[in-house]
């Protein structure tokens, strides 16, 4: 039994530690607070801080990779300082304070002097929203690989079904939250606020997920006396990197054949390091490796908030769908799918689930390539940049001549027919021959105070339903994928080294980001479908690699190994001391 504020509570519940219910709640705030701001922070930077697309959407950008790269100072400030605990403490709060400031910035009336609506000092709203944005890249990226591993901690070593099962329970937290936010922030920025003029309400889109994340870091707190902590074991990251390097050198020195072979590269380290951190550091570079085909994943999963999301601004309805089916698909495969395949006596292991993930996202391009097929089918031609389009319509009984001045190009328009043109110059002057027609002289002005439109592209006919099959293999393959992800690299991960390696797997997401703007930007590919298409080959290529590289890959019990290290320590110590172990015997024949 558990004492906290006077209440005494089991230990298990459930046949889960206490403890790791504390930790869900927590991601599942941590996550509101992180998806509702980013849902409307482009929005932000466009229509608040006026800045144009491109500018928005690299910045945007920026901030998500710098999310997805500080993981790496939080596994080293875990691993090596403070312990998980504690840094997600410290950085949560810097967190919560990123939060507030982000919120602040977005507050209008701090400097509309004038009280016109706009703010008459922008630099200032703009220092204050990129301080807010590093402040909480610092603090989500830095307690990602914490928070996990920290969670995976609770359980003991005869509880590896219900480690599995809470990996799976910890990513339906992160969708739940992102689901909520993702329509409650963009609801609240639609509200209208403020003390002269009435605004967009961003302070309440931004305040809502720092009270979040203010209520995530009080939960976390509250647990504290139920949590196992392990302790730091020094600086662990530094002692690997020099053990590598040292490796590499020595081996380089001793690279003439009178010298033997040795089982391992690194095994060049033994002559300065201790067999353990060689054997650890094996451990860490075998999954390393496995990582490496990885980030191509995440260069397709990450084009749902991009590229997908454009092709649904061609397309007819209004819907969100990924973390709906998140939620809806966790579950079903943790408790239907994998037990179903279990029975069928098929070794699903979770390097086969990581290959079939990647497979499943490989689909679901083609799928959406499919899609953009018959988009482009309804979709009509748009002017090039610097050309202008005029549509000619003859509703007249009679063929309509036209000439075009200053080339004078002339045009005949059949009756009840129409043309289109597209023309580089800006300015013309059109002459039919038809009866009573009229003068027209066109010429572009940015002093046109009165427009008046007239729809004559009818809406597009293809309903963002038919996303739905693209986005159900992708759901279906992330479950797969990056579920047994997290799992797999807590488990294959020494115990003083945990969240290293749940900070490499996040580096993958950074990479993949990468990979994203190399290929688009080096395909020079005129049609979209033909891009996805390129994305999904690209990926069944990885997928096929890192199904070879599975198959030779070894698994291994962390645990185990250590323990058998210690074993050879102790014979170590006997040997060297033969009266050691009779020392030992005595002293706990004393106890």
Same mark, same amino acid.
Request: hydrophobic content about 45%.
């Given at each position: ?55 928005? &959407? ?20 875990? $691993? ?6 504690? &840094? ?27 009280? $016109? ?35 995976? $901690?609770?359980?003991?070593?005869? /509880? ?34 403020? !003390? ?34 392990? /302790? ?22 001793? +690279?003439?054949?009178?010298? #033997?072979? +040795? ?16 054997? /650890? ?13 990885? #980030? ?53 292991? #979770? ?23 018959? !988009? ?29 001045? #200053? ?21 013309? +002057?059109?002459?039919?021959? =038809? ?32 996303? !739905? ?9 992330? =479950?797969?994928?990056? =579920? ?56 069944? =290529?990885?997928?096929? !690699? ?46």
């Amino acid at each position: 039994m558990l004492l906290w504020l006077g209440v005494s509570f089991p230990e298990i519940c459930f046949g889960y530690p206490l403890s790791i219910f504390f930790i869900v709640i927590n991601e599942f705030c941590e996550r509101f607070s992180y998806y509702g701001m980013r849902a409307v922070l482009v929005l932000y930077f466009k229509y608040f801080l006026r800045w144009d697309d491109n500018f928005s &959407t690299a910045i945007y950008h920026t901030f998500v990779a710098l999310c997805y790269l500080t993981p790496i100072l939080g596994a080293l400030i875990a $691993d090596s300082w403070l312990g998980k605990f504690k &840094t997600i403490v410290s950085l949560s709060i810097v967190y919560t304070i990123g939060q507030a400031v982000m919120a602040v910035s977005s507050i209008n009336d701090m400097t509309d002097q004038n009280r $016109d609506g706009n703010p008459d000092n922008i630099a200032v709203h703009i220092a204050l929203s990129m301080t807010g944005l590093i402040l909480i890249a610092l603090g989500t990226g830095g307690i990602k690989p914490c928070v996990s591993a920290f969670g995976g $901690d609770q359980f003991e070593e005869h /509880q590896e079904k219900q480690r599995s099962r809470f990996f799976s329970i910890f990513y339906l937290s992160i969708n739940a939250g992102s689901l909520i936010s993702t329509i409650i922030t963009p609801i609240l920025r639609a509200q209208e606020c403020g !003390i002269h003029s009435r605004q967009q309400c961003y302070p309440l889109a931004f305040g809502v997920p720092a009270a979040l994340m203010a209520v995530s870091l009080i939960v976390f707190i509250a647990g504290s006396g139920m949590y196992r902590k392990v /302790q730091p074991q020094g600086n662990i990251m530094v002692q690997v990197c020099k053990c590598i390097g040292f490796a590499i050198k020595n081996r380089f020195r001793h +690279r003439s054949k009178e010298y #033997p072979k +040795r089982e391992h590269w690194l095994d060049w380290a033994s002559e300065k390091y201790d067999k353990r951190l060689i054997a /650890q550091t094996k451990m860490v570079l075998k999954v390393l490796f496995l990582y490496i085909p990885l #980030p191509m994943f995440w260069a397709l999963f990450d084009q749902q908030g991009s590229r997908w999301t454009l092709q649904a601004t061609t397309m007819d309805g209004d819907f969100t769908v990924n973390p709906i089916l998140i939620i809806i698909m966790v579950p079903v495969v943790d408790a239907v799918i994998y037990p179903l395949i279990q029975k069928c006596k098929i070794n699903f292991t #979770p390097l086969r689930k990581i290959t079939v993930g990647m497979f499943l996202a490989g689909l679901a391009f083609i799928a959406a390539a499919l899609v953009q097929v018959q !988009i482009d089918k309804t979709l009509p031609v748009f002017p090039a940049a610097g050309q202008t389009q005029i549509r000619i319509i003859n509703l007249g009984n009679s063929n309509a001549d036209v000439t075009f001045l #200053p080339d004078l190009q002339n045009m005949t328009v059949l009756p009840m027919e129409s043309v289109t043109l597209f023309r580089i110059p800006l300015v013309y +002057r059109i002459f039919t021959t =038809v009866p009573n027609a009229s003068f027209f002289y066109f010429q572009c002005s940015e002093d046109v105070t009165q427009l008046r439109y007239v729809e004559d592209i009818q809406p597009n006919t293809v309903h963002m339903a038919w996303q !739905i099959p693209q986005y159900f293999l992708l759901t279906c393959g992330e =479950v797969v994928f990056s =579920v047994t992800g997290l799992e797999f690299s807590y488990s294959q991960a020494p115990s003083n080294m945990k969240s290293v390696l749940q900070a490499g797997w996040l580096l993958t997401v950074a990479v993949g980001n990468i990979i994203v703007l190399i290929v688009a930007g080096a395909s020079k590919l005129s049609e979209q479908w033909a891009e996805y298409v390129l994305f999904a080959a690209l990926l069944f =290529v990885v997928c096929i !690699i890192f199904a070879v590289m599975a198959y030779f890959y070894t698994y291994t019990d962390p645990s185990e190994v250590e323990a058998q290290l210690d074993e050879e320590e102790k014979k170590k110590q006997i040997k060297q001391d033969p009266d050691l172990y009779g020392k030992e015997s005595e002293a706990v024949s004393r106890m």
